[in-house]
C-alpha cells in the first residue's frame, strides 16, 4: 500500500448515483439463504470483502453458492444439511460475519475454528459470547472468548429471555439466529430499536418469529424455506455522497433506490434538524424493506445535537456526519455513541485526529464529540486507520480542503463500497 493524494480543483457534484447493495441485508441473505430450504436469488448483493467472507464460510461448509456479478444464487440444504467445514473459518476485517456466526454455529452438532485479520482480532466479542453461553453453547478462545481466535463447540442449545445490554443489531441477530437451533422459546428485548432486517428477513423466509413492542420471540418450529432477496442501495454508503452534496458548494446530487427501513433512517432527521435541503421520492416496498430515491443539494446548515435513540439508527454514519458538522454553523454535539470504540477502530478517536489533521475544531469525549463550525479545512495528512468509513470521510473531506489531504491507504474502501471512486468521478463537474 502506498500514501494516496486527494486534490479536487472546485469540485461541484451534479447527477445520479446507484450506491451498491445494503452490507447488513447482504450478509443475511446469504447466511438466511443458505439455512433454508431451496434456492435463494439475491439480486444487488454487495461485492464487497466483507460479505464475501460470509459467502466463503458456507462453502466451506458445503453450501452450493454461485456468484454472476452483483446476483447470487445461493442452494439451500437446510441448518440439517451444514457440514463441518475442513480447515478454519477466516472472516477477515468483518465484525457481522463473526458474530452472526457465533450465534449460529454454537448450536450445530460440530466444531469451528474462527479468526480474522489484526482489526478483527481487537473487536471484543464478549457482547455476543455471553449470552450464548446462557444457552448452554460451549465458546473457547482467547481471553476467554473475548476475542478471535475462538473454537465453537457446536451442540444443543435452550432458549432464553435476555435484554440487551448494548444497542447492537449484531448481537441480538446472534442470539435470534441461536434461537433457531434452540430448545423452546428465545426472547430478545431491547430498549431501544437497533436495525431490523435480521427479524424483516426471517419473516420472510418463514421462521417462527414474533414481535412485541420491545422484544421479539423465535423458536426452532418454523421451516425456512428459500425465497428472493432484492437488496436495496446501503444507506450508509449513500451517506457519503447525502453529505458531500449538502457541503460542497453547487451540488445536487440524487442516490438512487435506497434502503429507507426506519431502524436506518436516522441520518434523515439529523439532516432536516440542520436543515439540509434533501428530498424523498419514488418510495416503495420491496420484500419487506422501504426503498426510495434521495435528492440533496448544497444549502446553509446549522449545529445540533445528536443522542438517545436516534444513535443506533446512525451509527455507521457518524464519521462522515462529523465532517458535515465541520461546516454547519455552530456547535454539534454527539454523544451515546459509546458503541463507535468498538467498530473497526475507534471511531471517536479516528475521526477526531483526522478531523483536527486537516483544521476542524473538534474535541472527543467519552461518549462522541463536540465540533464547532463552520471551519474552513485546510487540508493535511491523515490515516485511514485501515477503516473504509474513516477512509471515505477523508476523500468526501478532501472536496472540501483548501489543499490536498494526503491518506495512508485507500483500498479499505473495497470492504463495503468497492466503486466508491467510479461513483464519485461521475458525479464532479
Same mark, same amino acid.
Given at each position: 500500500m502506498s500514501n494516496v493524494i486527494l486534490e479536487y480543483t472546485s469540485p461541484k457534484l451534479e447527477g445520479e448515483v446507484v450506491v451498491p447493495g445494503d452490507k447488513s441485508i447482504s450478509h443475511r441473505s446469504i447466511i438466511f439463504g443458505s439455512i433454508s430450504h431451496g434456492l435463494t436469488k439475491v439480486s444487488n448483493f454487495l461485492d464487497g470483502e466483507d460479505c464475501l467472507r460470509t459467502i466463503d464460510a458456507f462453502r466451506d461448509m458445503g453450501v452450493q453458492i454461485e456468484k454472476r456479478g452483483n446476483t447470487v444464487l445461493v442452494d439451500g440444504k437446510g441448518l440439517e444439511g451444514l457440514k463441518k467445514p475442513e480447515k478454519e473459518l477466516d472472516f477477515g476485517n468483518s465484525g457481522t460475519t463473526t458474530r452472526l456466526m457465533l450465534g449460529l454455529l454454537s448450536g450445530l452438532p460440530f466444531e469451528t475454528t474462527i479468526f480474522g485479520d489484526a482489526s478483527l482480532s481487537k473487536r471484543p466479542m464478549d457482547r455476543v459470547v455471553n449470552p450464548l453461553r446462557e444457552m448452554g453453547a460451549v465458546i473457547e478462545g482467547k481471553q476467554e472468548g473475548n476475542y478471535v481466535p475462538i473454537t465453537i463447540k457446536g451442540g444443543a442449545l435452550k432458549g432464553i429471555t435476555y435484554r440487551l445490554p448494548v444497542k447492537s443489531a449484531q448481537v441480538k441477530s446472534a442470539i435470534l439466529l441461536a434461537g433457531l437451533l434452540a430448545e423452546g422459546e428465545t426472547v430478545v428485548y431491547e430498549d431501544t430499536e437497533t436495525r431490523n432486517h435480521t427479524e424483516v428477513m426471517l419473516q420472510a423466509f418463514g421462521a417462527d418469529i414474533k414481535q412485541y413492542e420491545d422484544g421479539i420471540m423465535i423458536s426452532n418450529k418454523g421451516k425456512l424455506t428459500a425465497c428472493d432477496v432484492e437488496v436495496p442501495g446501503d444507506i450508509s454508503s449513500a451517506a457519503f455522497f447525502l453529505v458531500a452534496g449538502a457541503i460542497v458548494p453547487?451540488?445536487?446530487?440524487?442516490?438512487?433506490?435506497?434502503?429507507?427501513?426506519?431502524?436506518?433512517?436516522?441520518?434523515?432527521?439529523?439532516?432536516?434538524?440542520?436543515? $439540509?435541503?434533501?428530498?424523498?421520492?419514488? *418510495?416503495?416496498? @420491496?420484500?419487506?424493506?422501504?426503498?426510495?430515491? !434521495?435528492? &440533496? /443539494?448544497? %444549502?446553509?446548515?446549522?449545529?445540533?445535537?445528536?443522542?438517545?435513540?436516534?444513535?443506533?439508527?446512525?451509527?455507521?454514519?457518524?464519521?462522515?456526519? $462529523?465532517?458535515?458538522?465541520?461546516?454547519? *454553523?455552530?456547535? @454539534?454535539?454527539?454523544?451515546?455513541?459509546?458503541? !463507535?470504540? &468498538? /467498530?473497526? %477502530?475507534?471511531?471517536?478517536?479516528?475521526?477526531?485526529?483526522?478531523?483536527?489533521?486537516?483544521?476542524?475544531?473538534?474535541?472527543?469525549?467519552?461518549?462522541?464529540?463536540?465540533?464547532?463550525?463552520?471551519?474552513?479545512?485546510?487540508?493535511g495528512t491523515i490515516s485511514s486507520y485501515m477503516d473504509h468509513r474513516i477512509a471515505m470521510m477523508g476523500v468526501i473531506a478532501a472536496l472540501v480542503t483548501e489543499k490536498p489531504v494526503e491518506m495512508d491507504e485507500k483500498d479499505s474502501i473495497n470492504i463495503s463500497y468497492p466503486t466508491f471512486f467510479k461513483d464519485l468521478e461521475a458525479v464532479l463537474k
Open positions: 453547487g451540488s445536487t446530487v440524487t442516490l438512487r433506490n435506497v434502503g429507507l427501513n426506519e431502524s436506518r433512517t436516522g441520518i434523515l432527521d439529523v439532516f432536516k434538524q440542520m436543515g $439540509a435541503a434533501i428530498t424523498i421520492s419514488n *418510495e416503495r416496498i @420491496t420484500g419487506g424493506e422501504k426503498i426510495g430515491d !434521495l435528492t &440533496v /443539494k448544497h %444549502t446553509t446548515l446549522k449545529g445540533t445535537t445528536i443522542e438517545g435513540d436516534v444513535i443506533p439508527r446512525l451509527i455507521d454514519e457518524i464519521p462522515i456526519l $462529523a465532517l458535515l458538522a465541520t461546516q454547519a *454553523e455552530g456547535k @454539534t454535539v454527539i454523544k451515546d455513541a459509546e458503541e !463507535l470504540k &468498538v /467498530k473497526e %477502530t475507534d471511531r471517536i478517536q479516528a475521526v477526531c485526529d483526522n478531523l483536527q489533521a486537516l483544521g476542524a475544531n473538534i474535541t472527543p469525549t467519552e461518549d462522541g464529540m463536540v465540533i464547532e463550525g463552520p471551519t474552513k479545512l485546510a487540508g
